[in-house]
């Protein structure tokens, strides 16, 4: 592609004959294709903004019709004995897709707001080592934002189909159309296999695994500034732990990937799932962090970081131990997958 070019035709018959009526280069000449992944990349954060958006939409039904529906009585009694039953917000597994939405929704809201401000540093900063580093940032995010945040809109619209019950099923209330919508956001804009071969082939292995440690660092940042919060303490350690338990994934893949380059291809998907429940783990733990220190100081509005508190926590014993499974299948090899010829893969 030797470069970027906008045409403008004055006639049907001038663009069906090649004659466009005026051209201008976009950016330098030789250099198109870098034009071409310039708007791919915004392309991509964007996609991984509609997801976040859908999940935002369906947590907020799910929330709504959780007090609306009643259905059953708590374990612990009635909450409601003037009704004919509680509302499904009382039963714990409703709690525990509602809390899988909320940490979803809430961390990912932190992910691409840090995301947001690498992008205004990388534009603005006066310092041009600090603009390098905002760059080298958003690199290694953009396939985090775009893929784990669309395959994070997939569960949450389809927990709020779950939480609606029959009537999630039908256009009435509208989930389900949220999860048609999502499921669009893994495929355009470059596959999510295709996002997670760039994460672990370009972005990893490219840079010999400089900007996984690049984003440890910034991650370590984070941690020692909420150091002295006892309020978060264990979350601080326990993330710690997950940042040498990713160090010890990446040089593992590396070593393998250079005795059969299959490997890389066989764990790109779980290595980026390992690492998009890693980087929102960051995300909450700044959120904790930061909700803890204002509750301290006794900020207004104290129930809505006691929640933050509380939804932190969650994440951490319920969400982010999903990395060892993603861990174990990362490292089963490609064998498993390619071992099988493709004519054994039919009907019979």
Not at 260 to 265: I, Y
Request: hydrophobic share 45%; with cysteine; glycine share 10%.
């Amino acid at each position: 592609m030797d470069g970027c070019y906008l045409r403008l035709y004055v006639h049907e018959n001038d663009r069906i004959h090649g004659q466009p009526a005026w051209e201008w280069l976009l950016g330098k000449a030789n250099e198109g294709l870098s034009c071409m992944f310039t708007m791919m990349n915004h392309a991509r954060l964007g996609v991984g903004l509609q997801g976040q958006g859908l999940s935002e939409l369906a947590w907020q039904a799910s929330i709504a019709y959780a007090n609306d529906r009643l259905q059953g009585r708590s374990l612990t009694g009635p909450k409601m004995p003037g009704k004919p039953a509680d509302p499904i917000i009382v039963h714990p597994d409703v709690r525990r897709m509602l809390l899988t939405q909320k940490a979803f929704v809430e961390g990912g809201r932190v992910l691409c707001f840090l995301t947001g401000r690498e992008i205004d540093s990388a534009h603005m900063n006066p310092d041009a080592t600090a603009r390098q580093r905002s760059d080298d940032l958003i690199a290694f995010l953009t396939p985090i934002v775009k893929a784990f945040l669309t395959d994070v809109s997939m569960e949450v619209t389809s927990l709020a189909v779950q939480i609606h019950g029959g009537h999630g099923f039908i256009r009435e209330t509208g989930v389900e159309q949220l999860m048609r919508d999502a499921r669009i956001t893994p495929i355009y804009e470059g596959t999510n296999g295709i996002q997670a071969l760039d994460l672990l082939g370009r972005k990893v292995f490219g840079t010999r695994g400089k900007s996984q440690q690049m984003m440890v660092g910034r991650i370590r940042e984070t941690i020692a500034e909420f150091s002295d919060v006892k309020e978060v303490a264990e979350l601080s350690a326990e993330l710690g732990r997950r940042l040498e338990q990713w160090d010890k994934l990446t040089l593992e893949l590396g070593m393998a990937a250079m005795k059969n380059p299959d490997e890389a291809g066989a764990a790109a998907t779980d290595y980026l799932q390992f690492s998009g429940y890693v980087c929102l783990a960051w995300c909450w733990l700044a959120a904790a962090g930061e909700a803890a220190k204002r509750l301290a100081a006794g900020a207004e509005g104290p129930d809505f970081y006691k929640a933050k508190l509380i939804t932190a926590r969650f994440y951490f014993d319920r969400l982010l131990p999903r990395v060892d499974a993603h861990a174990a299948a990362a490292r089963a090899g490609a064998a498993g997958l390619m071992d099988l010829p493709a004519e054994h893969f039919s009907f019979s």
